[in-house]
């Protein structure tokens, strides 16, 4: 168990919906961070928060958006769903948000797109 | 072409036997070096970190990392069924915050 808390742990929906998934880091951290694993890109960062600032932007659509709350834990909302959403979503955390800093991932969303 | 290329296996050993997994990169400005162990929709573990080039080893993992070929390596010695897994390499450069840049995983079968 990596400390690092997601729900829900499955989620399936309908196009052009929209959901929220949740992640609390581990104690102590204070950035955390969210990926998206699909069978053909693999995992991409999506985005970073340390401390409730954003602090670095991968691959995000305009259509998913984040934020990190003032107790650190952090929601990554996904609107507009289309079935290409269809992935493992990640969230993980470290103590620090810079380079180097150990990343410890969650267990994951599971989000189907139907 | 990918930043991180890593062969997607299967790759399947016999009990026993010592695998090696790797993984080429293309950026130069990687410093940091990683192996995370992904059991079946589960999330990654991190099983060896290794900063700049040189080798580490921790229990049956050996992590190697040749800056001057952008090649990383992980090799497992005395490999068990409970190794099964997908593995990947990641990497992060000193300034890109800490943004991991992932290999594909390669995907290990371990025969009884």
């Known amino acids: 168990d990596s400390g690092v808390t997601q729900t829900p742990k499955h989620l399936i929906t309908a196009t052009g919906q929209r959901v929220t998934l949740r992640c609390s880091p581990r104690s102590g951290d204070l950035s955390v961070y969210?990926?998206?694993?699909?069978?053909?890109?693999g995992l991409q960062f999506l985005i970073q928060y340390y401390n409730g600032e954003e602090r670095a932007?991968?691959?995000?659509?305009?259509?998913?958006?984040?934020?990190?709350?003032?107790?650190?834990h952090s929601e990554l909302n996904l609107s507009s769903l289309e079935l290409g959403d269809s992935a493992l979503y990640f969230c993980a955390s470290s103590v620090a948000s810079g380079a180097g800093n150990t990343i410890y991932f969650g267990e994951g969303s599971w989000l189907t797109v139907v | 072409q990918k930043e991180v290329e890593q062969d997607p296996g299967p790759l399947s050993?016999?009990?026993?036997?010592?695998?090696?997994l790797n993984c080429t990169y293309s950026n130069s400005a990687f410093q940091y070096f990683m192996w995370y162990r992904q059991y079946s929709r589960k999330g990654p573990e991190l099983l060896m970190y290794?900063?700049?080039?040189?080798?580490?080893?921790?229990?049956?993992?050996?992590?190697?990392?040749?800056?001057?070929?952008?090649?990383?390596s992980l090799f497992i010695r005395d490999s068990?069924?409970?190794?099964?897994?997908?593995?990947?390499?990641?990497?992060?450069?000193?300034?890109?915050?800490?943004?991991?840049?992932?290999?594909?995983?390669?995907?290990?079968?371990?025969?009884?």
């Open chain 1, 34 to 41: 969210w990926y998206q694993q699909s069978l053909d890109q």
């Open chain 1, 57 to 72: 932007k991968g691959n995000i659509l305009e259509r998913f958006s984040a934020q990190q709350f003032p107790d650190l």
């Open chain 2, 13 to 20: 050993v016999p009990e026993g036997a010592i695998v090696s």
């Open chain 2, 50 to 72: 290794t900063y700049s080039s040189g080798n580490k080893e921790d229990g049956r993992f050996t992590a190697q990392v040749d800056k001057s070929s952008k090649y990383i």
């Open chain 2, 80 to 112: 068990q069924p409970s190794d099964s897994a997908t593995y990947l390499c990641a990497m992060s450069a000193e300034n890109a915050g800490n943004m991991l840049t992932f290999g594909g995983g390669t995907r290990l079968m371990v025969k009884p």
